[in-house]
């Protein structure tokens, strides 16, 4: 059974820093692209990042890129996502995610595993 499930999301301070887990389990992570989405209340579900399998791309939105880092390690079957200078706008629900290719696929409709989500709060 193909499963993803985040953790490390929390309440932090204005300009702190996170790190979320996704673990998977059912599959391997090593042939397949995740990707990190999150939504905040009363808004629509947008991408923030996402890792290749085939060559180790990264991808950012703009809104976080220079602040957050994503990687992989396959040993442990786990991608990650380092949030510093974290902002109040970064408060929400983190979910990742696969579309069952090597590649990032541009549409979150193309994207068919998701994990429960991992809540993030940035407030002071």
């Known amino acids: 059974q193909v499963q993803l499930v985040e953790s490390g999301g929390g309440l932090v301070q204005p300009g702190g820093s996170l790190r979320l887990s996704c673990a998977a389990s059912?599959?391997?992570?090593?042939?397949?692209?995740i990707g990190w989405f999150r939504q905040a209340p009363g808004k629509e579900r947008e991408g923030v990042s996402c890792i290749s399998s085939s060559d180790g791309s990264t991808y950012y939105a703009d809104s976080v890129k220079g602040r957050f880092t994503i990687s992989r390690d396959n040993a442990k079957n786990t991608v990650y996502l380092q949030m510093n200078s974290l902002k109040p706008e970064d408060t929400a629900v983190y979910y990742c995610?696969?579309?069952?290719?090597?590649?990032?696929?541009?549409?979150?409709?193309?994207?068919?595993?998701w994990g429960q989500g991992t809540q993030v709060t940035v407030s002071s």
């Open positions: 995610a696969t579309a069952g290719s090597s590649w990032c696929q541009p549409n979150l409709h193309e994207y068919d595993y």
């Open positions: 059912g599959f391997t992570l090593d042939y397949y692209a």
